[in-house]
């Protein structure tokens, strides 16, 4: 028969199986090594295939939401916290009911943290399907061919795998991570924020642990039920919109976070009216994906610094006994920053004809 098309060949499913057989090797290893000490030490084995099981099952579910969203619109609006938490009851509440009477109240902590190692593992297949999507989605418009895309990824994936745990380590030494409370570990005197996770670990320790209030989660379910009715009844009126998920975002995330978000989406809507459609409205996309990109790679750049010279302000043109000038100056230059960018990206755009 004719071949079929370079954009329409993909990796063969047999080699696909062969690799989901080698993966679970390395799989069950982290599972029975984390539970291998400490009060689930005989539950290891049994504990360590069960929930592999549940990892295929979970992952396979939240990798084809997420594929199926980041082909579709994009990663950035891919339901990840939203899974995270799915994911992370369905593991606390099995390790609830089936585990937690046979291990007694000594095991709490390490099956609190089990359930969120069983998360992390679940998360890495959804963001590795948005990863995967977007870039065959991209692929699929160019006329790339999807088995070698899929080489490709499987060789970031071991790369990003090789490249993040340095990275982790060292932003933990540069500012450190908030540790759950009950560990009996130091809190960093300024730790990087981290609200999504501290969300899970809350649900994972309210379920094993401390006792979970249901009824705010239930609050929680009907607020959101009702945010989706008026969601909906104000697009079949025609008027202003009110997403849940932005509600539900600005309820657990702080303002330091979404303050920053209100202010570039009116920057970016009041950039879009002047230039609607054409190469013009995509020079703004280039510029904010180039401060996305170049704020993480300074971030790590700065912990790299704090930790070889051991100065927690190593950039500081004004000293500590100052912050109020610091703050000042700083906001004052990031506007007049953000002033002169968007002049010059609206010339390049009106140059251009956008």
Same mark, same amino acid.
């Given at each position: 028969?004719?071949?079929?098309?370079?954009?329409?060949?993909?990796?063969?499913?047999?080699?696909?199986?062969?690799?989901?057989?080698?993966?679970?090797?390395?799989?069950?290893?982290?599972?029975?090594?984390?539970?291998?000490?400490?009060?689930?030490?005989?539950?290891?084995?049994?504990?360590?295939?069960?929930?592999?099981?549940?990892?295929? =099952?979970?992952?396979?579910?939240?990798?084809?939401?997420?594929?199926?969203?980041?082909?579709?619109?994009?990663?950035?609006?891919?339901?990840?916290?939203?899974?995270?938490?799915?994911?992370?009851?369905?593991?606390?509440?099995?390790?609830?009911?089936?585990?937690?009477?046979?291990?007694?109240?000594?095991?709490?902590?390490?099956?609190?943290?089990?359930?969120?190692?069983?998360?992390?593992?679940?998360?890495?297949?959804?963001?590795?399907?948005?990863?995967?999507?977007?870039?065959?989605?991209?692929?699929?418009?160019?006329?790339?061919?999807?088995?070698?895309?899929?080489?490709?990824?499987?060789?970031?994936?071991?790369?990003?795998?090789?490249?993040?745990?340095?990275?982790?380590?060292?932003?933990?030494?540069?500012?450190?991570?908030?540790?759950?409370?009950?560990?009996?570990?130091?809190?960093?005197?300024?730790?990087?924020?981290?609200?999504?996770?501290?969300?899970?670990?809350?649900?994972?320790?309210?379920?094993?642990?401390?006792?979970?209030?249901?009824?705010?989660?239930?609050?929680?379910?009907?607020?959101? =039920?009702?945010?989706?009715?008026?969601?909906?009844?104000?697009?079949?009126?025609?008027?202003?919109?009110?997403?849940?998920?932005?509600?539900?975002?600005?309820?657990?995330?702080?303002?330091?976070?979404?303050?920053?978000?209100?202010?570039?989406?009116?920057?970016?809507?009041?950039?879009?009216?002047?230039?609607?459609?054409?190469?013009?409205?995509?020079?703004?996309?280039?510029?904010?994906?180039?401060?996305?990109?170049?704020?993480?790679?300074?971030?790590?750049?700065?912990?790299?610094?704090?930790?070889?010279?051991?100065?927690?302000?190593?950039?500081?043109?004004?000293?500590?006994?100052?912050?109020?000038?610091?703050?000042?100056?700083?906001?004052?230059?990031?506007?007049?920053?953000?002033?002169?960018?968007?002049?010059?990206?609206?010339?390049?755009?009106?140059?251009?004809?956008?």
């Amino acid at each position: 028969g004719a071949l079929l098309p370079i954009e329409e060949r993909d990796m063969p499913v047999g080699w696909l199986a062969v690799i989901v057989a080698l993966v679970a090797l390395p799989i069950l290893a982290l599972l029975w090594y984390f539970l291998r000490s400490g009060p689930l030490a005989d539950l290891a084995l049994p504990l360590s295939f069960a929930f592999y099981i549940y990892v295929l =099952l979970m992952g396979g579910f939240v990798a084809a939401v997420c594929g199926y969203m980041a082909g579709l619109i994009g990663s950035s609006n891919s339901p990840v916290s939203g899974l995270a938490i799915l994911a992370v009851l369905g593991s606390a509440l099995l390790l609830a009911v089936a585990v937690r009477p046979l291990a007694g109240a000594e095991a709490g902590p390490q099956l609190v943290a089990f359930a969120l190692f069983v998360t992390a593992l679940v998360l890495a297949c959804a963001v590795i399907a948005n990863d995967n999507l977007q870039d065959l989605k991209t692929g699929q418009l160019i006329g790339a061919t999807p088995w070698k895309q899929q080489v490709a990824l499987m060789v970031g994936t071991l790369a990003g795998s090789a490249v993040i745990p340095p990275i982790l380590d060292l932003l933990n030494r540069a500012y450190g991570f908030a540790p759950l409370p009950g560990t009996g570990l130091p809190s960093p005197a300024s730790p990087l924020p981290a609200p999504q996770a501290t969300l899970i670990a809350g649900l994972a320790r309210g379920i094993l642990g401390e006792g979970l209030d249901w009824n705010m989660i239930f609050l929680g379910v009907v607020a959101g =039920l009702l945010l989706v009715a008026l969601d909906g009844l104000l697009g079949r009126r025609g008027l202003l919109r009110l997403p849940p998920l932005a509600v539900g975002i600005g309820i657990y995330l702080p303002m330091s976070a979404t303050l920053p978000v209100v202010i570039g989406a009116v920057i970016g809507h009041r950039y879009e009216r002047r230039h609607r459609e054409g190469a013009g409205q995509r020079l703004g996309v280039l510029l904010a994906s180039g401060f996305i990109v170049g704020e993480s790679l300074f971030g790590v750049l700065l912990a790299g610094l704090i930790v070889a010279t051991g100065s927690g302000e190593p950039l500081a043109l004004v000293g500590g006994g100052h912050p109020g000038v610091a703050m000042t100056a700083g906001a004052v230059l990031v506007m007049l920053l953000l002033a002169l960018l968007y002049r010059g990206t609206a010339r390049a755009a009106a140059r251009i004809g956008g």
